[in-house]
């Protein structure tokens, strides 16, 4: 059997492996999957992204499967229930924003954009290439995001975190060039 080559930050861990064989990268059009992602991905800001990984199942227990019309509904008993929660990243100004962002989010679909509209309009709905080699932890365009989810409310959205995401949700095929992902993200 032929060994697989991946990019080298899916390493031994079965769970980041599978991460990145089935989901990174991949292009994600579901508005609630897309909010869940940006949320998860706040969460790992200061964090690694393999510590939000073995804690998604609880993170998505937490927090009602990241279903936002709920989530929007949540006060101060669900953030010290949430702070109690030994499974889940016990940032109160994170759980403060994932609430925050599911009331942006509710909103924005109240006021007639979906959120998988409003993701994939910075790219025209397109995935970008990039060359397969070059690592970088900011663009310009996650930067123009990452102002742009900042002022719709959005917290923990850096540039950072916002190319962490288009990495994650398929805007950006940042597999690298030996990698046996690259060719399926380019054409999904």
């Not at 059009?29 to 804690?55: I, P």
Request: charged letters at 25%; hydrophobic letters at 40%.
């Amino acid at each position: 059997m032929t060994e697989r080559h991946r990019c080298d930050w899916a390493g031994d861990d079965p769970l980041m492996r599978d991460y990145h064989d089935g989901e990174w990268g991949v292009p994600l059009r579901d508005s609630r999957a897309l909010w869940e992602c940006l949320m998860l991905e706040s969460f790992q800001a200061g964090l690694s992204w393999r510590v939000v990984l073995h804690k998604r199942e609880a993170l998505r227990a937490a927090f009602a499967d990241f279903d936002p019309v709920v989530v929007s509904g949540y006060g101060e008993e669900e953030v010290l229930r949430l702070m109690a929660d030994p499974g889940i990243i016990r940032s109160r100004a994170k759980i403060e924003a994932t609430l925050g962002g599911a009331r942006i989010y509710c909103d924005m679909q109240a006021n007639g954009l979906q959120f998988s509209d409003f993701c994939w309009s910075f790219t025209q709905g397109k995935t970008l290439p990039s060359d397969g080699g070059t690592r970088v932890a900011s663009t310009p365009l996650s930067e123009q995001i990452s102002k742009e989810l900042k002022r719709r409310g959005f917290k923990f959205v850096g540039p950072t975190i916002a190319y962490a995401w288009m990495q994650a949700i398929g805007m950006v095929n940042d597999h690298a060039a030996h990698c046996f992902r690259r060719d399926a993200c380019a054409s999904a």
